[in-house]
């Protein structure tokens, strides 16, 4: 079946660090999701992208729909003490309304 | 927010019991889901529905059924649960297309 592997799983940064990850799935994606999750909470959206090669911002937070259609990636500039969570990419089963989810990068910020 | 209210937010109950958990959106979308969350496993769906009445099983729907009698409720229910079934629980909406998902602050359920 269709997976989508986040890297890194994990990763601690300095604080004012710029951070990367990506997501990568053996399949084509015609929507790519990134939501981050805070401790006791919801995932929340924070960018979506609908177009190959799109590149799309909110605040310090850069998305980019990789041109292959099989990979996504986030950038964070400048990270905050409060980037701190676990953030995961998803996107929809071809031909469903059914969305699969990554495992998840969860980053911790240090001061 | 996405209008959407999971209750209850926290259950401890016991092997064997029947629990129901309840998803309520004020936004009216058609599409409704849940899914549990699991270390190790990030987000798996149990089933989602289409449409009033109309529903789907998802990868990990064995133990669970669902039942959506209006738009705005969409309940999931463990007939007799399981220890295995302990994990957080998450309801997410979306409208047509590929209108993202938005998602509910959670219930955690604890099978002893």
């Known amino acids: 079946g269709q997976q989508l592997n986040q890297s890194p799983q994990s990763m601690f940064i300095q604080e004012g660090e710029d951070v990367s990850m990506n997501c990568t799935s053996s399949?084509?994606?015609?929507?790519w999701l990134w939501y981050k999750q805070d401790p006791g909470e919801g995932p929340v959206l924070l960018i979506a992208l609908y177009k190959a090669g799109e590149l799309t911002s909110n605040g310090r937070l850069t998305a980019q729909f990789g041109i292959t259609r099989k990979d996504s990636f986030l950038n964070i500039s400048a990270s905050i003490p409060s980037d701190v969570g676990i953030y995961f990419c998803?996107?929809?089963?071809?031909?469903?309304?059914?969305?699969?989810f990554g495992t998840g990068t969860r980053l911790k910020v240090l001061a | 927010d996405a209008g959407i209210t999971q209750s209850p937010r926290h259950k401890v109950t016991e092997t064997g019991t029947p629990v129901t958990l309840r998803c309520h959106q004020t936004e009216n979308h058609r599409y409704m889901y849940w899914y549990r969350q699991d270390p190790g496993h990030g987000l798996r769906l149990i089933h989602y529905s289409y449409g009033v009445k109309d529903t789907d099983k998802g990868e990990v729907s064995d133990g669970y059924s669902v039942s959506r009698s209006k738009t705005e409720d969409f309940l999931l229910t463990l007939e007799s649960a399981t220890s295995s079934q302990t994990s957080v629980y998450f309801c997410?909406?979306?409208?047509?297309?590929?209108?993202?998902?938005?998602f509910g602050d959670g219930t955690r359920l604890s099978i002893l």
């Open positions: 399949s084509i994606f015609n929507t």
């Open positions: 997410a909406i979306s409208g047509p297309g590929n209108q993202p998902q938005h």
């Open positions: 998803a996107g929809p089963l071809s031909g469903t309304y059914k969305y699969i």
